[in-house]
C-alpha cells in the first residue's frame, strides 16, 4: 500500500514536472496572468479587436452569446442579422473548449480562487485575490455553467486577440462592463472551436 | 505496277498534308481552354490594372492581391506553381469582350454576377467569390448603427454610377429623406466626404475599405455593416466550356471546404494523415475527384499548399489583418455568421 502511494506521488511529481517543464523552460513568464498589475485603460485595440456592430447571420436568438475560439470573437446576437462583436483572449493551445452553457452568475469586481489545476500548473499564483483593479479577472465576471470557467475583464488588455488562459475568455474592462449590462443570467452561450482534422 | 505505286504514293502523300492540315487547324480551333492553357504552360488571368487588396502590381511587376491569388490557385491546381499564373490586366470596359476573343482564360477581376452579363456576352460566372454590395462610410461621432437611422444625412456619391440609384431606392423604399451630393469623379467625392462637404459617403462596401486608407483621420470613421444592394463578385469564363468552368469552380469550393473543415497551408501535412472521411475526400487520400476534373489526386493539396484556403486568401489580402481591414460580414462561413457556402465534396 505504502509502496503504491509512494508510487502514486512519484508519478503525480512526474506528471507536474512536464506540466510546469514549459513554463519553466519559457523564456518569459507566464503571459496571461500578472497579479497586482494594474489594468490600463487607455491602452487603445486594434481595429479587429475593438467593439463593433458587423453583420451576423444566425438562427440563434438575439441575446444569445456566440463565441468563436479560432477567431478570437465573442459575438452578442441582435436582431436583424447583425451582433456586437468584441475582441477576446481565449484558452492557450490545449486549453481550448466547445459547448453550449448559460450564465449561471453575474459579479462586478470579482474576487478570484484559481482553481487547485491552475494553481498546479502555475504555483507561483496567489490562493486567493480579493477584486479590483490589479485582480485579472478585471471589471465584471460572467460564471459559465457549472465549470471553472468564465467570460470576465482583465488587467492585461494587450493580451486580447490571444491565446493566453487556462480557458477562460477575457475582454478589456470597458467591453466586459459593456457586455455585462447587456446580458441577464441565464444568457446562452455558444463556444465554438477550430474544426478538428 | 510501278505507275500505281507512284499514284498510291501521291496519293497517300495528299491524305497524310490533309490530315496535318486538318489536325493544324483543329489544334488552332480548339476552344477547349484546360488544352490550351497545359499546352500554353500557363494561366491568362484577366485582372483589374489596380485595385488594392484585389489586384495590383508592385514597381517590379509583382502582382498582389485576392482576385490574383484566386488565379493562383487555379493555377496551382493545374501545374503545382503558383507562378504559372500570368496577369493580364484589363479594363472595366473591355474586359467581358476580351474574355470573349480568348486573350484570357479567366476573368478574375472583381466583376459583379449579373443575368445580363452572362447572357450579353455568352459568359459563365461559376461560383461567388466575394459577396459585396452598396454601403455607407460615415464620422464615428455621428453614433449610428444601423442605415435605417441615416434620414436627414448629407450623401456623397459618384454621378452616373448604381451607387446613386441603389441609394435613392434604398432611401425612397424606407421612406427616409437625404440630401445628395454628386461629383463626377470619385476623388473628388473622396475629397468633398473628407472636408465634410457631406456626412456620408457612399459606394462599394470593399471600396469603402479602400477609400478610408487615404482619408486624413481613418480612424475616425466607421463603415456600416449593412449592404443596400447585392454585388457578387466572381471569376468569370466562357460558355460552353465546361472542363475549364468546373476546374474554376471547383478550385473556390475547395478552397471554402478547407476553411470550414480546418485545413490550412500551415497543416497541410496533417491533414493528409486525416481520418475523417471530408478531410480525406478533399485532400485526395479518398475518391479520385481531381482525375475526374482531369487533374490530379492532390488538386487540392497544391492549392491549399501555394494559395492556402479562403480564409488565409481573404485575411492575407483585405481581412482585419490586412492593410483594407475588412471584417468578414458576409463572406464569413455560412456557419460562423456569413453566407459563404460550398457545396460538399462527395
Known sequence: MTDFRRLTGVFMAAVGLILSAPHASAQQPDRGDEPGLVADDGYELDPEWQKQVVYFRTTEVPGTIIISTAERHLYLVQPGGRAIRYGIGVGRDGFQWQGLLNIANKKEWPDWTPPPEMIQRQPYLPRFMAGGPGNPLGARAMYLGTTVYRIHGTNRPDTIGTKVSSGCFRLVNRDVADLYDRVPVGTKVVVRQKPEL | ?346
Not at chain 2, 494561366?43 to 493562383?72: E, H, Q
Not at chain 2, 434620414?151 to 441603389?166: E, P, R
Not at chain 2, 461629383?183 to 471600396?207: G, H, I, N, P, R
Request: glycine share 8%.
Open chain 2, 1 to 346: 505496277m510501278m505507275r500505281t505505286f507512284r499514284g498510291g504514293l501521291l496519293i497517300g502523300l495528299a491524305v497524310a498534308v490533309l490530315v496535318g492540315v486538318l489536325a493544324v487547324i483543329y489544334e488552332f480551333y480548339d476552344t477547349r481552354t484546360l488544352k490550351r492553357t497545359v499546352r500554353r504552360g500557363e494561366v491568362l488571368c484577366g485582372v483589374n490594372k489596380g485595385l488594392p487588396g484585389f489586384s495590383i502590381p508592385d514597381d517590379k511587376g509583382n502582382w498582389t492581391g485576392f482576385d490574383v491569388d484566386f488565379c493562383r490557385a487555379v493555377a496551382s491546381a493545374i501545374f503545382n506553381d503558383p507562378g504559372k499564373a500570368k496577369f493580364v490586366p484589363l479594363d472595366a470596359s473591355e474586359r467581358f469582350k476580351e474574355l470573349q476573343s480568348r486573350k484570357v482564360d479567366i476573368l478574375s477581376r472583381n466583376s459583379t454576377w449579373s443575368m445580363a452579363r452572362e447572357l450579353d456576352y455568352d459568359l459563365y460566372f461559376p461560383a461567388v467569390a466575394y459577396y459585396d454590395g452598396a454601403g455607407f462610410m460615415l464620422p464615428r461621432s455621428r453614433n449610428k448603427e444601423t442605415s435605417l437611422d441615416l434620414t436627414g444625412s448629407k450623401i456623397c456619391v459618384q454621378a452616373g454610377t448604381t451607387t446613386a440609384l441603389n441609394v435613392a431606392d434604398y432611401f425612397r423604399a424606407n421612406n427616409m429623406k437625404y440630401e445628395e451630393v454628386k461629383f463626377d469623379k470619385l476623388d473628388e467625392v473622396v475629397k468633398a466626404y473628407d472636408t465634410a462637404k457631406c456626412d456620408t459617403l457612399s459606394a462599394d462596401v470593399s471600396q469603402l475599405y479602400a477609400l478610408r486608407l487615404n482619408l486624413s483621420k481613418p480612424g475616425d470613421q466607421m463603415i456600416l455593416p449593412d449592404m443596400i444592394s447585392k454585388e457578387p463578385l466572381a471569376p468569370v469564363v466562357r460558355q460552353r466550356d465546361d472542363d475549364w468552368m468546373m476546374i474554376v469552380k471547383w478550385t473556390l469550393y475547395a478552397m471554402i471546404n478547407a476553411e470550414e473543415l480546418g485545413v490550412t497551408s500551415e497543416n497541410i501535412d496533417e491533414a493528409l494523415k486525416s481520418k475523417k472521411p471530408e478531410v480525406m475526400r478533399l485532400v485526395g487520400t479518398e475518391g479520385n475527384y481531381g482525375e475526374q476534373l482531369g487533374l490530379t489526386k492532390d488538386w487540392v493539396v497544391r492549392i491549399i499548399r501555394h494559395v492556402g484556403n479562403y480564409g488565409e486568401m481573404y485575411e492575407r489580402n483585405i481581412g482585419e489583418k490586412s492593410k483594407l481591414k475588412i471584417p468578414r460580414g458576409m463572406n464569413q462561413l455560412w456557419n460562423a455568421g456569413g453566407v459563404q457556402y460550398a457545396p460538399p465534396v462527395r
